[in-house]
């Protein structure tokens, strides 16, 4: 595939590698030509001010100047995430100990969590660079994403899953029709496969492989969000959940974007990372004080940051220490009670990867690394209700009775 | 409980009874002193315009001067419901005959269905007539709506459901917290058990009891948001579901009221109620040509609008037979094709009264009862992921294969 002079990926100009700076044009590319590494998208930024923002519309595409999308993105269907709710949380806030924080709540996308951002995007690139077919291998939210996405488009999905995945999992992202591949193997052989596929399919658009690095801009617009919606400026603290680190690096990313355009003030913020215990690499490496991060065998309730070899590792240790943050885990138990104490204070039931960042704020604030009288932002990147079975067992009525209220009396609840 | 002079209600200046039209003060009432018909709030609007509205913020607060609550309702910690997005749905109108077509995708509340707007109603109505326990009897998003907005707002709440309800509905109202009482017994026993805890816990707030005045005039927001998101005019045609009843009527009465208000021009529209055939008590009377509705045991996988005996079944008829409209059912197997219909061509994965919907939207323009070339919307008032077990029989993937290549290729995927 080659870009025509019709080709329209907005502000975006080339690709720049992120380990050796070389630069190449704007294409459906993803590894340095020079040295294999990861290819990130470069802008030249026309004229975004706070105004033009506000009058675009309400989801992502408000932020379309800073995105490689086409300037005309909004004309096509696509599934029009994001703009959820930031939600002041003064009663998690107590329980914690802190003065002032907030939830950016990203199960209100779509189809509940913040992969409808990074699939839109990488949807609306994909079809710009002519792909005619959005893939991705998956266990989950990525899997409904892209599915219900392509579904909206009109354009055909491929979605490959290990075959052992959940029954409830299959039917969440099998009811938007496209293909739907279950594997025989773990989600490693599906991800090598999907990359094989990637390369021998030409019109195939693998959003987390082949077109990843405009997939990953997607992340942004959570950024820019949280700045938005606290009144056009940043916050002291944020904590985000590491998965991959490529959603972390993309944050901050924004709000460096941000501040270089002129829209919120300069400030220092500091930057954290939450991941559980049993698939904690980036959080060991920060530890140990090394550079580099050591893949691990995952082993986790929290199944959507379970990536044992995180891309973005590397890129994670950057930014948490050049903004003087930390990378902390959690034990699955503490997850659980990040998700219910979530839920019991702000109504908000979150996915486990929710608990592990509601966990990690709590250890963060307990050991000090994190200053509880500073405006602190956490990240709710899914839905509860795609992970009930973390919290299946931890969560039960407060009482049965017989329908009188005889019973209803007897049983003390008033 | 009495109100005290510093009880704001906004706009609501009285009770006044569907029936009788007996008026009495505002008040924790719900049926008529004079003929135990149903009460409904009448209102003394101040002026409300496009402009005022635009401005509020991004939920249904923005039309807190149309609704019985506070003028500080934004004060108060709540869940923030609404502006849900209107999805124009170009596929599913094609695959229907239909020419203009829009989906209320309500799905995108907090707790992913049309239940957080009339609990957030009742709850800011409940808190400013003195209860102090948010309760309910439910078999589902109700009881996820009120956990979570009590948790939200830090008061107490008490939810009833049966005690056979699956685990996974369980777990999805208990990990609220609050109080969550499981009672022996079907539906019908947990409500009638409702109203009579309702009758003597002075307190107790039932949202869809003793302050169903207040939570009914919650579903007027839907109404509200659809004029204003269709750029301050009202569609030509309507589909609602219908379970009570209400929210059918409420919308009417919302687009009523906007006419009244100046805020969109004049103009008919046809208001459609759809139902399951396993509970269409109301479509029977229409189809009948009765005025009143007789009961049914409901037997339909579309458990969200399963009320044998809808409250406000006769003021459907009222509206669907002076606007032109109809009330038309279907099928548990159309329910399940509607849903499958409606993810596969616009990505909206909607629960079971979002298949009803789709299903009956079919059947209206096969039967030449709606008008395929007038502008219609129809409302997804639920999530696909809270009923799982209608679809999971009937979708599957479409192939499994080893994690090779060459199985890919075998199996003739590309």
Known sequence: MALTPATDLGPATALTCRECGHTRELGPHYACEECFGP?????????????????GPRNIWRYRGLLPVPGNVTDTPNTEPGLTRLVRADQLAEAL????????DDSGNPTHSFKDRVVAVALAAARELGFKVLACPSTGNLANAVAAAAARAGIRSAVFVPSNLESQKIITTAVY????????????????????IAGEQDGWAFVNVNVRPYYAEG???????????????????????????????????????????????????QVFGAQAAGCGPVAAAFKAGHD???????????????????????????????????????????????????????????????????????KLVESGALDPSAETVIINSGDGLKTLDAISSSVAPSANIAPTLEAFRAADLA
Chains 1, 2 share one sequence.
Do not use: C
Not at 39 to 55: C, G, H, P, Q
Not at 99 to 104: A, D, E, G, H, S
Not at 177 to 196: I, K
């Open 292 to 362: 580099v991060v050591r893949p691990v065998k995952p082993d986790t309730i929290a199944k959507s940051l379970a990536i044992g070899n995180p891309a973005d590792g590397p890129y994670v240790l950057d930014v948490v220490r050049r903004t003087g943050g930390a990378v902390e885990d959690v034990t699955d138990a503490e997850v659980v009670e990040g998700i219910r104490l979530l839920a019991r204070t702000e109504g908000i039931f979150g996915e486990t990867a929710g608990g592990v960042t509601v966990g990690v704020l709590r």
């Open 39 to 55: 290819l990130e998208i470069s802008y030249d930024f026309a004229d975004v001010t706070r105004a033009s923002i506000e009058a």
């Open 177 to 196: 029709g496209g293909t739907f591949v279950t594997v025989d193997g773990n989600y490693d052989d599906v991800n090598r496969l999907a990359s094989e």
């Open 219 to 269: 992340s942004k617009t959570l950024g820019y969000e949280i700045a938005e919606q606290l009144g056009w400026r940043l916050p002291d603290q944020i904590v985000v959940p590491v998965a991959s680190g490529s959603q972390l690096t993309k944050i901050d990313k924004a709000f460096q974007e941000f501040i270089r355009l002129g829209l919120v003030e300069d400030k220092p913020y």
């Open 97 to 104: 100990g802190l003065q002032r924080l907030w939830v950016k």
